[in-house]
Every structure is written in C-alpha cells, then in structure tokens.
Nanobody, 124 residues
Framework: QVQLVESGGGLVQAGDSLRLSCAASGFTFGRYAMAWFRQAPGKDREFVAAAPSSWYGGSTLYADSVKGRFTISRDNTKNTVDLQMNSLKPEDTAVYYC???????????????WGQGTQVTVSS
C-alpha cells in the first residue's frame, strides 16, 4: 500500500522558516521522482519543487516564486523528501502536498501518488 505522509506544517510569521517532511512507503522510493505542490484557498494546485530519481536522472526544479528561498532534498535511505522553506511570505500560505511519479519529474499535476497535505500559514 502506497503512503505519502506529510508533516511539519504550522503557523509562522513572515520571514520565518519551516521545514516540511514527507515519509514514503509502499513503492521503490529511489526509482520515483518526488515533488511538492501547494494549493491556496480558491486557487489551483501549483508546482513548488521537484527532485529527480536516481534511476531516471534530471535536475532539481523550482517554481520561480520559491526559487532561492525553498530547497528540496531527498534521502533515499530513509525514503523521505523534505522541503526547507526560508523567508516565508504570506503568499506562501497553502496546503502543501507531497507527490511521486515514476520516471522523470514534471511540473504538472501528472503524478501517480499524493499525500493528504499539511497546512502552512504565514501571517504578515
């Protein structure tokens, strides 16, 4: 049974940092690209960051809105993918989702597995 479980969300102030973590199970983690998406109230789900699998390669990708502030990292020994978020802004407020797909990373929603999400709220 595939599971993606996010943790680490919360309420912070603008300028603060937060680290999200996603624990994966039920599939061969190293063969899957891992990504973070987010969805703000009333808006579509959008790409945040993605880390390629060691099998299919590629480069880490970031949305322009988070580039330089967010860092995605994966640990294939622990089956986890983290999102370090620095210099948070109120517009970063959203539910953050972990996702995985076999083969190469995409910035679209075409991912096979999704977590339930974790809420991040940034106050001004």
């Amino acid at each position: 049974q595939v599971q993606l479980v996010e943790s680490g969300g919360g309420l912070v102030q603008a300028g603060d940092s937060l680290r999200l973590s996603c624990a994966a199970s039920g599939f061969t983690f190293g063969r899957y690209a891992m990504a973070w998406f987010r969805q703000a109230p009333g808006k579509d789900r959008e790409f945040v960051a993605a880390a390629p699998s060691s099998w299919y390669g590629g480069s880490t990708l970031y949305a322009d809105s988070v580039k330089g502030r967010f860092t995605i990292s994966r640990d294939n020994t622990k089956n986890t993918v983290d999102l370090q978020m620095n210099s948070l802004k109120p517009e970063d407020t959203a539910v953050y989702y972990c996702a995985s797909r076999r083969q190469r990373i995409l910035t679209t929603l075409d991912y096979e597995y999704w977590g339930q999400g974790t809420q991040v709220t940034v106050s001004s």
